[in-house]
Nanobody, 123 residues
Framework: QVQLAESGGGLVQAGESLRLSCAAS????????MAWFRRAPGKEREIVGR????????YYGDSVKGRFTISRDNGKKMVYLQMNSLKPEDTAVYYC????????????????WGQGTQVTVSS
């Protein structure tokens, strides 16, 4: 069992940056691939990016490539999402998710989810 808790959301202006954190507790964190998803108002949840178990590989959704960066610290059981050059269309609830095994781009393959943190970007 893994418990996840996101933090760091808030209200920012377009062009600014924000860093989200996800704290994990429970079993051995390094065996879990991690991902960030988001759900914008009126839209389905979509993947923002994912990171492999050792942090050596990352993948990003097309809408955030070049602006967002995922990282992890297995010793601290933390995952981060650095968001730069934020746009109003980045407004969403952001979720941290964990999967035991290799990373995946599919929402249904993630076993554990946090409660989400709201990010609002004003124009």
């Amino acid at each position: 069992q893994v418990q996840l808790a996101e933090s760091g959301g808030g209200l920012v202006q377009a062009g600014e940056s924000l860093r989200l954190s996800c704290a994990a507790s429970g079993r051995v964190f390094s065996t879990y691939a991690m991902a960030w998803f988001r759900r914008a108002p009126g839209k389905e949840r979509e993947i923002v990016g994912r990171i492999s178990r050792n942090g050596g590989a990352t993948y990003y959704g097309d809408s955030v490539k070049g602006r967002f960066t995922i990282s992890r610290d297995n010793g601290k059981k933390m995952v981060y999402l650095q968001m730069n050059s934020l746009k109003p269309e980045d407004t969403a609830v952001y979720y941290c998710a964990a999967r035991n095994g290799i990373s995946s781009g599919y929402e249904y393959e993630y076993d554990y989810w946090g409660q989400g943190t709201q990010v609002t970007v004003s124009s």
